[in-house]
């Protein structure tokens, strides 16, 4: 019998075009239908309260800082959509120059009240130890706003090395690795990463289940830093099953970890979201 728990949010949801030129990308893109409508339908499938959003990173810039603007109002805007959209990170582009992304990201905070900066470095030109992510890792602590950085196995742009580098100079950054666990290898620099850096968190999308290492990962360093992530574009949807969430649920963890894993964390993050979460459980009156 599969287990429940309170709240199930993912934290890494991209929306806007996958972009890699994939056929069902194509064959999605000739078909007009609301984009809230489907990713509720996405989150109603496979039982997901919520979600945050985060653009794709391979979006075309060929008018440089205008696109980065444009994709950042657009997050924005789709947060503002539903209820069940509770936090939305933008993003900055290294190649920019520290002057624009400055700019953008006080815009970001000061007129779209967006929540957090999201990087997916190998798409955006830069490794993830580029001295301007130095500075971007630090404009953004700054501000308030934590950092989801990408750590996929694939990348040598975004190798676990790099994310050291980063939360050795940058003690007071919040630093969310996305994908981390996405190879058997990489799980034992994970580990490594946890065991010398608080203040990296780290998500569960595309985790290589292979020994469970969600279930040592819990067993060593608690729950309190996992976030329950998926990867997933809502059209089209990245995979058929969320696996890492069927994995959690037949997991022998305690109910205590599993609704840190999959709400309570992710609303220490982001403190208004627990409000809304309340919300989401309280229904609404019918007018008489």
């Known amino acids: 019998m599969r287990r429940t728990v309170r709240h199930i949010v993912d934290t890494h949801h991209h929306v806007g075009s996958l972009a890699i030129g994939a056929a069902e990308e194509r064959a999605s ?7 809230v409508e489907v990713h509720h339908a996405m989150l109603d499938r496979f039982g997901m309260s919520a979600c945050a959003v985060m653009p794709g990173l391979q ?13 950042n109002d657009a997050v924005a805007a789709y947060r ?31 007129d779209l009240a967006l929540d957090g900066v999201v990087w997916h470095t190998r798409y955006q030109g830069v490794a993830v130890s580029d001295r301007r992510m130095h500075a971007l890792v630090d404009e953004a602590t700054s501000r308030g706003l934590p950092c989801y950085v990408h750590m996929f196995a694939e990348s040598n742009l975004e190798a676990p090395w790099m994310f050291a580098d980063l939360a050795r100079d940058h003690p007071d950054a919040t630093i969310v690795a996305l994908d981390g666990f996405s190879a058997s290898t990489q799980v034992q620099y994970v580990f490594d990463l946890a065991d010398r850096f608080d203040n ?11 020994l469970r290492p969600l ?29 890492v969430m069927a994995e959690l649920l037949a997991s022998d963890m305690a109910d205590e970890h599993l609704e840190n894993i999959f709400w309570r ?24």
């Open 200 to 210: 990296i968190l780290f998500d569960t999308a595309i985790c290589f289940p292979l």
């Open 80 to 110: 503002d959509s539903s209820p069940r959209f509770l936090a939305a990170l933008g993003t900055v582009e290294p190649l920019h120059g520290l002057a624009l992304c400055r700019e953008e990201l006080d815009r970001m905070v000061g």
């Open 215 to 243: 279930d040592a990962f819990v067993a060593r360093f608690g729950s309190e830093r996992l976030l329950f992530g998926t990867d997933s574009y809502a059209d089209p949807v990245s995979y058929n099953v969320p696996a």
């Open 29 to 35: 893109a000739a078909e007009s239908r609301d984009p």
């Open 59 to 71: 979006y075309e810039r060929p008018y440089g800082i205008v696109n980065t603007r444009e994709v």
């Open 265 to 288: 964390t992710f609303c220490r993050l982001f403190p208004t979201a627990g409000k809304a979460l309340e919300a989401l459980d309280t229904p609404e009156e019918t007018p008489s």
